[in-house]
T-cell receptor, first 114, second 116 residues
């Protein structure tokens, strides 16, 4: 069973704060890690990808990966009301025929209030 | 630079009818994935295709569901004899190269299927 776990939330933060989203995964051959943002009624939008241990920054977003502890996180600095959405964690496995498929968590709903 | 295109955006079918969902990948992308999102549930992988090849269909129900990605034209997900439980959002994603697991997948707008 390839499990990707996320806190379902909802997570509520004030505008300007740091929002911290966490994701754990169970399969140690997990290879690549992605964060998608999904607004209600819309499709997932890729916002970050990370492949090696450590931090990766892109604008207000920072992804952190710790393969030993099997978790990946997303920090959103200076949160804006427009960041209010569901954030999906996804992983791929480096294993045979499952190459390429994304395993998704159920998402964390984030609300940023003005 | 057009993104992933899907049509129709909304599809209503009665039980027992067929549903055909189409997906055109981003320009330069040769890998297509289909995912299903049931209400209040996460995205679930269904099938992975390249041109004229099904690479992995292990996430797709063996009955009533089929997928293809012909040499010319869009990828098609077909659901025969639809039932109410098939009502969901169906998303297509594409990537330029599976490259092992380092592919980034970009999603289309989805097809919302409602079965009456």
């Amino acid at each position: 069973q390839k499990e990707v776990e996320q806190n379902s939330g909802p997570l509520s933060v004030p505008e300007g704060a740091i929002a911290s989203l966490n994701c754990t995964y169970s399969d140690r051959v997990s290879q690549s890690f992605f964060w998608y943002r999904q607004y209600s009624g819309k499709s997932p939008e890729l916002i970050m990808s990370i492949y090696s241990n450590g931090d990766k920054e892109d604008g207000r977003f920072t992804a952190q990966l710790n393969k030993a502890s099997q978790y990946v996180s997303l920090l959103i600095r200076d949160s804006q009301p427009s960041d209010s959405a569901t954030y999906l964690c996804a992983v791929t496995l480096d294993r045979g025929s499952t190459l390429g498929r994304l395993y998704f968590g159920r998402g964390t709903q984030l609300t940023v209030w003005p | 630079n057009a993104g992933v295109m899907q049509n129709p955006r909304h599809l209503v079918r009665r039980r027992g009818q067929e549903a055909r969902l189409r997906c055109s990948p981003m320009k330069g992308h040769s890998h297509v994935y289909w995912y299903r999102q049931l209400p209040e549930e996460g995205l679930k992988f269904m099938v992975y295709l390249q041109k004229e090849n099904i690479i992995d269909e292990s996430g797709m129900p063996k009955e009533r569901f089929s997928a293809e990605f012909p040499k010319e034209g869009p990828s098609i997900l077909r659901i025969q004899q639809v039932v109410r439980g098939d009502s969901a959002a169906y998303f297509c994603a594409s990537s330029p190269d599976a490259g092992g697991s380092y592919n980034e997948q970009f999603f289309g707008p989805g097809t919302r299927l409602t079965v009456l």
